[in-house]
């Protein structure tokens, strides 16, 4: 039997907050495209003028984690909160072939931006969000989420676990494949989570709130999660 969905009181059962979709250009710029969703259209083509440059920058350049992503919505005075279960990189990593490639590259610099964080205004706890949190946050603002693409899936795309376009993104060998989605709304009565994702053309993915779950909370994820304050 499935649990029922608490909402707080006043919550609407049925929410869609409208975001101005952006696909991503290439194999890593998941995370980044969903920053750029949630930017306002000035932001966004600034961003976009300077998009090598500001990469380069910020440091990640073509590797991102979601501790990158803060920075860059801090950059461009987004309010935001940032969960996780693991500050900085999570030691059992380094036999993971997901991120066996970057993790000599990018630890220094992951862990350096955690240390830092609360210097430079941004918000990071550590804490599992629960999918009650999630519900309840969207009448705020919408949620990047970090999933595993391979559990992802959608009722419109009619795609299951993982679609053949997104296989061009990733190498398929891996039992986990790192992706950003921006959740941006709910149906509680159909049980349905809506989602962009930005491998795909401009229209709003659903899937039910259990696959979101599942999605989200795979090893490898450390269940990040940033929730965007409108």
């Known amino acids: 039997m499935r649990r029922k969905i608490n909402l707080q009181p006043g919550q609407p059962e049925k929410l869609h907050i409208q975001l101005s979709h952006y696909k991503q250009k290439y194999n890593w710029d998941c995370g980044v495209s969903c920053v750029l ?11 976009l003028r300077n998009f ?5 920058c910020e440091g990640f350049n073509k590797s991102t984690w979601t501790i990158d992503l803060c920075y860059l919505l801090k950059k461009y005075d987004v309010a935001h909160a940032f969960y996780t279960i693991t ?5 059992g990593y380094r036999g993971n072939s997901f991120y066996h490639n970057v993790l000599t590259k990018d630890e220094h610099r992951v862990n350096n931006r955690f240390r ?5 205004g941004i918000y990071v706890k550590k804490k599992s969000v629960t999918l009650v949190e999630i519900l309840a946050h969207l009448v705020n603002g919408p949620v990047i989420v970090l999933t595993n693409a391979k559990i992802l899936s959608c009722d419109i795309c009619k795609f299951n676990k993982i679609s053949s376009e997104l296989r061009k993104c990733i190498p398929w060998p891996s039992p986990y494949q790192g992706h950003y989605v921006v959740v941006c709304g709910y149906d509680i009565h159909a049980r349905k989570i809506f989602y962009r994702n930005p491998s795909f053309g401009d229209h709003v993915c659903t899937m039910p709130l259990e696959t ?9 994820t450390d269940e990040d999660i940033i929730f965007i304050f409108n």
């Open 52 to 56: 090598t440059y500001i990469c380069k």
């Open 212 to 220: 979101l779950e599942q999605a989200r909370k795979c090893y490898g």
């Open 37 to 47: 969703m949630i930017l306002s259209r000035r932001k966004r083509q600034e961003f």
């Open 87 to 91: 500050l900085g990189v999570h030691e």
């Open 116 to 120: 830092d964080a609360e210097n430079v």
